[in-house]
């Protein structure tokens, strides 16, 4: 893939929840490089957006690819078509998501939690599989943590075990819903720590975030939503230093002390 080529690519995506009108006709792009960081209030959206483009959610209408895969489409009545088994399961190899509260198996060591997925879904060898692991520890910061279990890591540890798990898979776009959200200020450092490492390699990502001071920093481009829309786009420095829209401006006011 070149660089600038179209990594993700959403239009007029809605969704639903019984009368709940979630998303409305959102439409972004994601290039190969690019950081994109998404913000707002709760219940804005956020969430739903990235768990729609992740698969753990279904479109009720608009159109979604993975570079040149049409992951779905809108038919001629409005209502979203998405391609069978293998067009899903390919789309599933070309991204990687991170949870804010970490997901990992507790029952799995640090490394089998790395390595599982690469082993049994992409049938990778086992023992490269688990080279890189160890690779991708030491840049995380957690060499000589392999063996232990996630009840024994700090949450920002976890975090980083989790970051690795989704870099094990090779994704063309890692997705990250609020990653520190369930961490202390101290912990959440170690983790923006990773991902501004990420994005300085050039790393496809898009972020759901509350730290406005690293979206301003890291992310290329910004979304500001509310109530299921896309309020504000633009360069990252720009909506967050010169918000245009007034509901931009009344968002970011409560985060100006920080």
Do not use: W
């Amino acid at each position: 893939m070149t660089d600038n080529a179209a990594v993700v690519t959403l239009k007029n995506a809605r969704k639903s929840f019984g009368e709940n009108v979630v998303l409305k006709d959102i439409s972004l792009q994601v290039n190969q490089g690019d950081v994109l960081a998404i913000i707002g209030p709760s219940g804005g959206g956020k969430s739903t957006l990235l768990r729609c483009l992740t698969l753990l959610e279904t479109l009720d209408a608009g159109n979604l690819s993975y570079g040149d895969l049409v992951v779905c489409s809108t038919d001629a009545s409005g209502r979203a078509i998405y391609g069978g088994k293998d067009v899903l399961k390919q789309a599933k190899t070309r991204f990687g998501l991170v949870f804010q509260n970490f997901n990992l198996f507790p029952h799995y060591t640090v490394m089998k939690n790395i390595i599982d997925a690469p082993i049994v879904v992409q049938k990778r060898n086992p023992a490269e599989a688990e080279e890189e692991a160890r690779q991708l520890l030491a840049k995380m910061g957690l060499a000589g943590k392999e063996n232990m279990v996630p009840c024994e890591l700090s949450g920002g540890q976890q975090q980083r075990v989790a970051i690795a798990r989704a870099l094990a898979l090779h994704p063309q776009v890692l997705y990250f819903d609020e990653p520190t959200s369930a961490l202390d200020p101290e912990l959440t450092q170690e983790v923006l720590k990773v991902i501004r490492e990420l994005a300085a390699e050039k790393m496809t990502m898009v972020i759901v975030t509350h730290e406005m001071g690293f979206a301003r920093d890291v992310a290329d481009h910004l979304i500001f939503m509310d109530g299921g829309m896309v309020v504000e786009s633009g360069r990252a420095a720009d909506v967050i230093n010169h918000p245009q829209h007034e509901r931009t401006r009344s968002f970011l006011s409560k985060y100006e002390e920080n």
